[in-house]
Antibody, heavy 125, light 107 residues
């Protein structure tokens, strides 16, 4: 079955960086992008960006530009999200999720299914 | 950015009730809208995509409708396992945005 498995929780100090991994299985990895969504404690969902696993193209949320980098390793079907210069308000559960579907250089409806289990990143001094 | 406003923000209903959640957008989103269910402590789960298409495996009591700038998610007969927070999401334009969520409680 289609599955996304994320790396474990992290505790970081302000100013540090964190890199979260997302290993995919059960489908053709390069046929779908991987998107990242975060959720601060008790809050809603915030889209962070996505990476096209076929060609490596990325699109980031404007407020995270310059601090976030999304990469992919097609040899291991793993996507990565690195966030730098961490602040306390970066404390959140970070989810990876599959989407959009891409074929022949065109990507389609960017809804998300399935989702990884989430990775809690805590930023605290 | 397209802003999505869900109403109500929370509601309490009884098993068997018909429940409707509305999502209004600040701009049109064509048919590029999805609904997710998030149970406490879990990842979101896709329920509906492209406004009204039911994701495989999702019970038929869930349905979506609407167009333009307003869509609704309807649960035809509420079940105890539907306790969750529900989010709408637009993917018509970047940045992709979500509604603030509707918390559904069972009376």
């Amino acid at each position: 079955q289609v599955q996304l498995v994320q790396s474990g929780g992290e505790v970081k100090k302000p100013g540090a960086s964190v890199k979260v991994s997302c290993r995919a299985s059960g489908y053709t990895f390069t046929s779908y992008g991987i998107s990242w969504v975060r959720q601060a404690p008790g809050q809603g969902l915030q889209w962070m960006g996505w990476i096209n696993n076929y060609n490596g193209d990325t699109k980031y949320a404007q407020e995270l530009q310059g601090r976030v980098t999304m990469t992919t390793d097609t040899s291991t079907n793993t996507a990565y999200m690195e966030l730098r210069s961490l602040r306390s308000d970066d404390t959140a559960v970070y989810f990876c999720t599959r989407g959009p579907y891409c074929s022949g250089g065109t990507c389609y409806s960017q809804y998300f299914d399935p989702w990884g289990q989430g990775t809690l990143v805590t930023v605290s001094s | 950015a397209i802003q999505l406003t869900q109403s109500p923000s929370s509601l309490s209903a009884s098993v068997g009730d018909r429940v409707t959640i509305t999502c209004r957008a600040s701009q049109g989103f064509s048919t590029s809208l999805a609904w997710y269910q998030q149970k406490p402590g879990k990842a979101p789960k896709l329920l509906i995509y492209d406004v009204s298409s039911l994701q495989s495996g999702v019970p038929s009591r869930f349905s979506g409708s609407g167009s333009g700038t307003e869509v609704t998610l309807t649960i035809s007969s509420l079940q105890p396992e539907d306790l969750a927070t529900y989010y709408c999401q637009q993917f018509n334009s970047y940045p992709i945005t979500f509604g603030q969520g509707t918390r559904l409680e069972i009376k």
